[in-house]
């Protein structure tokens, strides 16, 4: 297992070393259409183990999935409340979480031998990179203790209201990672009702339409992309990830999910 770095609370004095030194940039990917879940593990897992042999360059892939939910490997059974739509093991930290058209997903690979080596750092960009993509829309994205994530506050559904706006679930095998973020721009939010999101009950979900936002994905991705650069370095644009035909055997072993991320 890899080891975490002895603080717990990566403060954002940390992020700096999210850059790498030779400045080389992350290839941008943008799926056109719905990407089903197998196919893009297969292709993360796939690309993720180039990188970590040094024959692919770092990656950040934006698509949507059809409707369906996602195990982490903390996810209890009974959360799984109705399952409307198919239920896949996701091999990421965390526990059961929704997605579907209307969701921004970004699974980011990146090598973190040249990223400072910082799991909980690498965690702590992940929700500054959101929070500085929220602020641009006047949305106020916060961090809370003990619940990785984005939650915006919500005093209009009553005291200490908050609903969580993006989930964040990585995995690190040789240190390069994968899965990502989830980004709610206008999903059909009753689909979460399938499950207990995140594990967390007593709070909900919400979304930049939901939140009276009302924006196009491709503008959202454009905003994702400054705040990622200005956090991580440079980016490429590129047509397509490549997706295997069939699926990949796991990176290694020696692979850790990072515990209780959404």
């Not at 890899?2 to 030779?22: F, I």
């Not at 829309?137 to 203790?145: A, S, V």
Request: charged fraction near 20%; glycine fraction near 10%; proline fraction near 8%.
């Amino acid at each position: 297992m890899e080891a975490l770095t002895a603080s717990q609370n990566a403060s954002d004095t940390c992020l700096p070393k999210l850059r790498r030194p030779d400045a080389r940039p992350v290839d941008w990917v943008i799926a056109p259409d719905l990407v089903p879940y197998p196919e893009a593990l297969s292709a993360m897992r796939e690309r993720a183990a180039a990188i970590a042999a040094g024959t692919a360059p770092e990656a950040v892939w934006l698509l949507e999935h059809p409707p369906l939910y996602t195990a982490g490997t903390s996810a209890q059974p009974a959360d799984l409340l109705d399952a409307q739509f198919p239920v896949f093991d996701a091999g990421r930290g965390g526990q059961y979480t929704y997605h579907g058209p209307g969701q921004r997903i970004a699974y980011v690979m990146l090598d973190l031998r040249e990223r400072g080596r910082d799991i909980r750092a690498f965690v702590r960009g992940l929700e500054a990179w959101v929070i500085a993509t929220l602020a641009a829309y006047n949305i106020e994205g916060e961090r809370r203790d003990g619940r990785v994530g984005v939650w915006v506050r919500r005093p209009d559904k009553g005291f200490a209201r908050e609903d969580k706006i993006a989930a964040i679930g990585v995995r690190v095998s040789r240190w390069v990672s994968f899965h990502g973020i989830s980004l709610n721009i206008a999903p059909d939010l009753g689909h979460y009702g399938g499950i207990v999101p995140c594990g967390i009950s007593d709070q909900g979900v919400t979304s930049f339409e939901d939140l009276g936002q009302l924006v196009q994905m491709a503008e959202v991705d454009t905003t994702l992309r400054t705040a990622f650069g200005a956090l991580f370095g440079p980016t490429r644009s590129v047509g397509a990830l490549a997706i295997p035909s069939t699926p990949v055997q796991p990176l290694a072993s020696e692979s850790t999910a990072m515990p209780d991320l959404p």
